[in-house]
Nanobody, 120 residues
Framework: QVQLVESGGGSVQAGGSLRLSCAAS????????MGWYRQTPGKQRELVAS??????NYADSVRGRFAISRDNAKNTVYLQMNSLKPEDTAVYYC???????????????WGQGTQVTVSS
């Protein structure tokens, strides 16, 4: 089994910063792509940022304000969010593609979600 545990959400005023963390644990051989998605009521979950072992990718709406990074030794991904705007308000979900121990295929996993609220 694989678990993703998120932390770091909360409330902040526009222009402020927050840092999200997500740690993967369990029967893991290697963690491949990790990413952050967000969802607001009535809308589909959307990609915010993703990171492989070599590349990063950002949604246009957050490029230049958010930074994704990872600590491979800790199987942890971070999302530093700066210059936050009210439209960044959402539940943020961590996602990871994991090669579990004794497996030949990758499996996809989600965290429980953490609320980020940005007030104007």
């Amino acid at each position: 089994q694989v678990q993703l545990v998120e932390s770091g959400g909360g409330s902040v005023q526009a222009g402020g910063s927050l840092r999200l963390s997500c740690a993967a644990s369990g029967s893991i051989s290697v963690v491949n792509t990790m990413g952050w998605y967000r969802q607001t009521p009535g809308k589909q979950r959307e990609l915010v940022a993703s990171i492989t072992r070599a590349y990063t990718n950002y949604a246009d709406s957050v490029r230049g304000r958010f930074a994704i990074s990872r600590d491979n030794a800790k199987n942890t991904v971070y999302l530093q969010m700066n210059s936050l705007k009210p439209e960044d308000t959402a539940v943020y979900y961590c996602n990871a593609e994991v090669r579990q121990a004794f497996s030949y295929v990758d499996s996809n996993h989600w965290g429980q979600g953490t609320q980020v609220t940005v007030s104007s």
